[in-house]
C-alpha cells in the first residue's frame, strides 16, 4: 500500500510550478508528498509550504521546506493532499486525520488542488466506505449529536479512551449515513447545524485526482 502511496505522491511533483507556494495536506499519503517534496528542494526548486497541520507543519520544518505562517492570507499555486474516498464524480471525503477543516481552508486557497490516492479509496458515491467526519465544539456536542443523529448515526472518536482532539482543541463526530445521492446539499445541511465547525465533504474542490493502481498511476481531471 505505502508503495502505491508513493508512487502518487511522485506523480504529484509532476503537477508543482517551477517555483511558488504549494499547500500541504496531512494524513498517511500526503506525508510521503512533503517527503518527496523535500527531495526536490534540497535539489534546489524554490518552493515554499502552507501546512495544513500542525503534524504535517512538523514534518516539513524536520526536512528543510520553508513555510509560511499559518495566518495567511497564502497565495498558493497548487495543493497536495490525500482523500479517504473519491467518488466517480471526484468529490471528496476528507478527515480521517482530524484535519480537516484546516485542510479545506488551505484547498480553498489554492488555485489548483490535486488528490493523490490509491485505488482502494475509489467509490460511485460518496458514503459507500466512510462515514463523514464533523469537526464539532466541545461545548454542548451532546446537543450538536442529536441534531445528527436526525441524518445518520453519530459517533464520537475516541483513541485509547480519550476523545480525539483536532488541532484546534474540537471534538471529531464521524457521521456514518446511506451513500450520499448529493454531498453538496448534505454538506449544507451539516454546517448549518450550530456546533458544528467544518465538515469532511470536500464537494468539487478537486481538479486533478491521482489514483495509483496495479496498471501505474491515472490521473483524472474534474471536467469543467
Known amino acids: 500500500m505505502d508503495d502505491a502511496k508513493r508512487e502518487a505522491a511522485r506523480?504529484?511533483?509532476?503537477?508543482?510550478?517551477?517555483?511558488?507556494?504549494?499547500?500541504?495536506g496531512s494524513g498517511s499519503t500526503a506525508r510521503i508528498f512533503v517527503e518527496e517534496l523535500a527531495a526536490l528542494?534540497?535539489?534546489?526548486?524554490?518552493?515554499?509550504?502552507?501546512?495544513?497541520?500542525?503534524?504535517?507543519?512538523?514534518?516539513?520544518?524536520?526536512?528543510?521546506?520553508?513555510?509560511?505562517?499559518?495566518?495567511?492570507?497564502?497565495?498558493?499555486?497548487?495543493?497536495?493532499?490525500?482523500a479517504d474516498e473519491v467518488s466517480a464524480g471526484l468529490d471528496l471525503i476528507k478527515g480521517g486525520g482530524a484535519a480537516h477543516a484546516r485542510e479545506k481552508i488551505v484547498n480553498y486557497a489554492s488555485r489548483r488542488n490535486v488528490v493523490i490516492v490509491d485505488a482502494s479509496k475509489l467509490s460511485t458515491r460518496l458514503g459507500e466506505r466512510w462515514p463523514v467526519p464533523l469537526e464539532v465544539l466541545p461545548f454542548a456536542h451532546g446537543a450538536t449529536r442529536a441534531h445528527l443523529a436526525t441524518m445518520g448515526t453519530p459517533v464520537l472518536r475516541s483513541r485509547d479512551?480519550?476523545?480525539?482532539?483536532?488541532?484546534?482543541?474540537?471534538?471529531?463526530?464521524?457521521?456514518?449515513v446511506a451513500p450520499i445521492d448529493d454531498?453538496?446539499?448534505?454538506?449544507?445541511?451539516?454546517?448549518?447545524?450550530?456546533?458544528?465547525?467544518?465538515?469532511?465533504?470536500?464537494?468539487?474542490?478537486?481538479?486533478?485526482?491521482?489514483?495509483a493502481g496495479a496498471s501505474g498511476v491515472e490521473r483524472l481531471e474534474r471536467r469543467r
Open 41 to 82: 528542494v534540497r535539489a534546489g526548486r524554490r518552493l515554499v509550504g502552507v501546512a495544513s497541520s500542525e503534524s504535517t507543519r512538523a514534518l516539513a520544518a524536520s526536512l528543510g521546506i520553508p513555510l509560511l505562517p499559518d495566518e495567511g492570507p497564502w497565495s498558493i499555486e497548487v495543493n497536495v493532499d490525500g
Open 11 to 24: 506523480a504529484a511533483l509532476e503537477e508543482l510550478p517551477r517555483e511558488g507556494i504549494v499547500g500541504l
Open 161 to 176: 479512551g480519550a476523545p480525539v482532539r483536532t488541532d484546534a482543541g474540537n471534538l471529531v463526530y464521524d457521521l456514518r
Open 183 to 211: 454531498p453538496g446539499a448534505l454538506d449544507v445541511r451539516l454546517r448549518a447545524i450550530p456546533g458544528v465547525v467544518e465538515t469532511g465533504l470536500f464537494v468539487g474542490r478537486a481538479d486533478v485526482v491521482l489514483v
